[in-house]
C-alpha cells in the first residue's frame, strides 16, 4: 500500500476560522512532511518531521501549527490565516528522515485545496 | 548549494509523438539522488522514478526513458508515443546526502498532449 491520505480535499475559512487538515499512511514510513504549493509554482517544504518529532522548520508563520501524533499520523492546525495562505497544501511520507540521510523517494497525498476568504 | 533546473515552462505536442524534458541540476556532494514526479491537473505528486549518483544506467519503464549523465549533470526524461494521459507537470528533483533540505524541486514542465 503505498497510500497517502488526507481530508479534507478541498477547505474554504474566513481569517478568524480555526481548522486542521489530516494526513495519515500506513507505509511504515518515519518520516512525514508538509508542503505548500501555491499554482504554477513547485511544492514548498513547511515541516518535517522524524519519527514523530519536529525535525524542520521552514520559517512558517506561527498560524501554521504541526502536529504528529503517531507514526501514521500527521495535522496541520490553521488559525487566523490570510488570504494569501490560500494553496494546495501536500503531505507526504518516506522511509527515511533527511538531513543527513535520506534519498529515498516521497509519496504524495493528493492534497487540500485551502482557500481563505 | 543544491538547485534544479527545468528550462522548458510548457511543451505542447500532438498525440503519439515522442518528447523529452529536460532537467540540470547543481550540486557540491558526491552522494546525491534525483526524482522525476508527476503532478496531473487533480493536484497529487505521483513518484515516477529514483536514481542514485552511482548508478549512471538509463532506464526504461513502457513508454518513459530516462537518461541520466553525471558529466552534464542532468537528468532527462523521454515519453514515447505520448498519450492525452500524459498531459500533466512534471517535476524534477534532487536530495542531497549531506543537504538541509530533503528534496530540492525544479519549477516543473507543464506537458499539454493534444489529440
Known amino acids: 500500500d503505498t497510500e497517502v491520505t488526507q481530508t479534507p480535499k478541498h477547505l474554504v475559512m474566513g481569517m478568524t476560522n480555526k481548522k486542521s487538515l489530516k494526513c495519515e499512511q500506513h507505509m511504515g514510513h518515519r518520516a512525514m512532511y508538509w508542503y505548500k504549493q501555491k499554482a504554477k509554482k513547485p511544492p514548498e517544504l513547511m515541516f518535517v518531521?522524524?519519527?514523530?518529532?519536529?525535525?524542520i522548520n521552514e520559517s512558517v508563520p506561527s498560524r501554521f501549527s504541526p502536529e504528529c501524533p503517531n507514526s501514521s499520523l500527521l495535522n496541520l492546525h490553521l488559525h487566523a490565516l490570510q488570504p494569501e495562505d490560500s494553496a494546495l497544501y501536500l503531505c507526504a511520507s518516506s522511509q527515511e528522515s533527511p538531513p543527513g540521510k535520506g534519498g529515498y523517494e516521497q509519496f504524495f497525498g493528493p492534497g487540500t485545496r485551502l482557500t481563505v476568504l | 548549494a543544491q538547485k534544479v533546473t527545468q528550462a522548458q515552462t510548457e511543451i505542447s505536442v500532438v498525440e503519439k509523438e515522442d518528447v523529452t524534458l529536460d532537467c540540470v541540476y547543481e550540486t557540491r556532494d558526491t552522494t546525491y539522488y534525483l526524482f522525476w514526479y508527476k503532478q496531473p491537473p487533480s493536484g497529487e505528486l505521483v513518484f515516477l522514478i529514483r536514481r542514485n549518483s552511482f548508478d549512471e544506467q538509463n532506464e526504461i519503464s513502457g513508454r518513459y526513458s530516462w537518461n541520466f549523465q553525471k558529466s552534464t549533470s542532468s537528468f532527462n526524461f523521454t515519453i514515447t508515443a505520448s498519450q492525452v494521459v500524459d498531459s500533466a507537470v512534471y517535476f524534477c528533483?534532487?536530495?542531497?546526502?549531506?543537504?538541509?533540505?530533503?528534496?530540492?524541486f525544479g519549477k516543473g514542465t507543464r506537458l499539454s498532449v493534444i489529440a
Open positions: 528533483a534532487l536530495s542531497e546526502k549531506s543537504g538541509n533540505t530533503p528534496l530540492v
Open positions: 518531521y522524524s519519527y514523530e518529532k519536529l525535525s
